[in-house]
């Protein structure tokens, strides 16, 4: 499987954006993915995962509510739709997968449990 990121762009507070990580293969559905983040001189943080079925999805604190994280496996496509968004969300998105069960949000949020990495989209967020 590689991934292609998409969507990012230049958006006032309070706006939108929805992220796409277009995957190639044709096993995708048997892929976690997940969308993390890397803001300046910051470490990469975990933004949200979904599960290969779509059942189970798992959010960071700063963006529940805020983000919604889906897929659309017939177009090889994880989606993250990002709302209201604060100059803080400014950073670049990435998404990642890796063919794993589903075992609880705490591991899916690690980046070692992802071995196949798009490249980035920034995001930026204006005030």
């Known amino acids: 499987v590689q991934l292609q990121a998409s969507g990012g762009g230049l958006v006032q507070a309070g706006g939108s954006l929805r992220l796409s ?8 559905s048997s892929y976690v993915t997940a969308w ?8 990469r943080d975990f933004v949200a ?3 290969g079925s779509a059942i189970s ?3 960071a604190d700063s963006v529940k509510g805020r983000f919604t994280i889906s897929r659309d496996n017939a177009k090889n496509t994880v989606y993250l739709q990002t ?3 604060k100059l803080e969300d400014t950073a670049i998105y990435y998404c990642a997968a890796a063919k794993l069960y589903y075992t609880g949000c705490s591991y899916l949020a690690t980046g070692q449990a992802y071995d196949v990495w798009g490249q980035g989209t920034q995001v930026t967020v204006s005030s």
């Open 21 to 28: 990580c277009a995957a190639s293969g044709r096993t995708f």
């Open 36 to 43: 993390f983040r890397q803001a300046p001189g910051q470490e």
């Open 49 to 51: 995962a979904i599960t």
């Open 57 to 59: 999805t798992c959010y």
């Open 83 to 85: 709302n209201s968004l």
